[in-house]
C-alpha cells in the first residue's frame, strides 16, 4: 500500500515539474533524461483529470454516462494521439530529425496533460451549471468553448516544446515547423471529429442511456445547431 501510494505521488511529481519549470523539463526530454518514467506519469495524470471531467460531464444524464465519460474522455485524447503521432514522427525524421519515438511521444504527452490539468481546473465551473441549469444546448455550448480554449493552449504549449526540444536541430528546421504547424491543425481536426464518433459525453435528457450514437452529421454542423437553438433561430 505505502509503495503504491508513493508511485502516484512520483507519477504527479513529474506533472508538478512539468508545470512548475516546463523548460527545464523540456530540456531534459530534449537529452532523454528518463523519458520512460516521464511518458507513464504523464499518462497516468492526463488519464485521471480527464476521467474525473468526463465522470462530471456525463452525471448530467446518470450514472451510467458518467461511468461511459469517464472512460471515453481520456481514450479520446489518447486514440488521437496514437492516430496523428506516427505522422509527425515519420516527417520529422524524413526531414533531419534525430529525436527518437520516445521524444516525440513525450512532446505530445506535455500537451495533453497541460490540457487535461486545465479541464480538471474548469471541473468547478461545470459542475455548478450542471446543479443549476437544464439547459442542455447552453452546457454543449459551455463544454465546446471549454475543450476549445484548453485545446488551443495545449496547442500552443505542443508548438513551443516541440520548436524548444528541435531548435538545435538545424537540418530542415524550416520543413519540420510547417509541418508541424500542419500537423497541429490535423490534430485538432481528428480530435473533433473523433469525439464526435464516440459521443455521447453528456446524453440527450430523458433519453435512454447510449454507449455510442449512430454516426451521422458532423461536430461543426452540430456546433452550429447549438447555436441557433440558443439564438431563437429554430
Not at 459525453?201 to 452550429?224: A, C, H, K, M, W
Request: hydrophobic content about 50%.
Amino acid at each position: 500500500m505505502i509503495e503504491r501510494k508513493s508511485s502516484g505521488i512520483k507519477y504527479f511529481a513529474v506533472l508538478i515539474d512539468l508545470l512548475r519549470d516546463r523548460n527545464g523539463f523540456l530540456e531534459e526530454v530534449r537529452q532523454g533524461t528518463r523519458l520512460p518514467n516521464k511518458i507513464i506519469s504523464l499518462l497516468v495524470c492526463s488519464s485521471i483529470f480527464l476521467a474525473i471531467y468526463g465522470g462530471i460531464i456525463g452525471a448530467y444524464h446518470s450514472w451510467m454516462q458518467a461511468l461511459s465519460s469517464a472512460i471515453k474522455l481520456p481514450a479520446l485524447y489518447l486514440i488521437t494521439l496514437l492516430i496523428c503521432l506516427p505522422t509527425l514522427y515519420f516527417a520529422n525524421i524524413i526531414f533531419g530529425s534525430k529525436r527518437t519515438f520516445s521524444q516525440h511521444l513525450a512532446l505530445v504527452l506535455t500537451a495533453v496533460s497541460i490540457t487535461s490539468v486545465l479541464l480538471f481546473s474548469f471541473a468547478p465551473i461545470t459542475l455548478f451549471f450542471l446543479i443549476t441549469t437544464n439547459n442542455y444546448q447552453f452546457l454543449i455550448l459551455l463544454n465546446v468553448f471549454l475543450f476549445a480554449i484548453t485545446g488551443f493552449i495545449g496547442i500552443s504549449s505542443l508548438y513551443h516544446a516541440t520548436s524548444l526540444v528541435l531548435e538545435q536541430e538545424n537540418e530542415g528546421s524550416n520543413t519540420r515547423q510547417k509541418i508541424l504547424q500542419f500537423w497541429l491543425l490535423l490534430y485538432a481536426f481528428v480530435g473533433s471529429q473523433l469525439g464526435w464518433t464516440l459521443r455521447p459525453f453528456f446524453g440527450t435528457p430523458d433519453s435512454v442511456f447510449q454507449l455510442f450514437r449512430e454516426r451521422e452529421g458532423n461536430f461543426y454542423l452540430s456546433v452550429i445547431q447549438a447555436i441557433s437553438y440558443l439564438l431563437g433561430f429554430r
